[in-house]
């Protein structure tokens, strides 16, 4: 059974930085570009980050303007995990985030793809 489990979402103040983690079970996450999403109140899904397969593209990275110099995706291996750090929070970074087995960039936005797996998603809080 494939399944992804996020955590580190919490309560931040702006500012301040949170690490989640994306963990797989029942899949190697090394054959897939792994992607974060999010999902702020009263909005639909935003593609954020996107991390390339390690056996074909050497995990390239890609990222929104908006996260870009702020947050950092990157691959444990041998975990089984793929992070994403976020840094100087901003409120409006606050959402639930998601990660999938499936994403590409395209025209400077991050997209997902059909069938990919998605996690339950961690919350993220950035409020003084």
């Given at each position: 059974q494939v399944q992804l489990v996020e955590s580190g979402g919490d309560l931040v103040q702006p500012g301040g930085s949170l690490r989640l983690s994306c963990t797989g079970s029942g899949v190697s996450l090394t054959y897939y570009n792994i992607g974060w999403f999010r999902r702020a109140p009263g909005k639909g899904p935003e593609g954020i980050s996107c991390i390339a397969r390690s056996d074909r593209n050497d995990d390239m990275t890609y990222y929104v303007d908006d996260v870009k110099g702020r947050f950092i995706i990157s691959?444990?291996?041998?975990?089984?995990?793929?992070?994403l750090q976020m840094n100087s929070l901003k409120p409006e970074d606050t959402a639930i985030y998601s990660c999938t087995t499936g994403c590409n960039q395209e025209r400077g936005s991050i997209v997902g793809e059909t069938g990919a797996y998605w996690g339950q998603g961690t919350q993220v809080t950035v409020s003084s």
């Amino acid at each position: 059974q494939v399944q992804l489990v996020e955590s580190g979402g919490d309560l931040v103040q702006p500012g301040g930085s949170l690490r989640l983690s994306c963990t797989g079970s029942g899949v190697s996450l090394t054959y897939y570009n792994i992607g974060w999403f999010r999902r702020a109140p009263g909005k639909g899904p935003e593609g954020i980050s996107c991390i390339a397969r390690s056996d074909r593209n050497d995990d390239m990275t890609y990222y929104v303007d908006d996260v870009k110099g702020r947050f950092i995706i990157s691959r444990d291996k041998a975990e089984n995990t793929v992070y994403l750090q976020m840094n100087s929070l901003k409120p409006e970074d606050t959402a639930i985030y998601s990660c999938t087995t499936g994403c590409n960039q395209e025209r400077g936005s991050i997209v997902g793809e059909t069938g990919a797996y998605w996690g339950q998603g961690t919350q993220v809080t950035v409020s003084s």
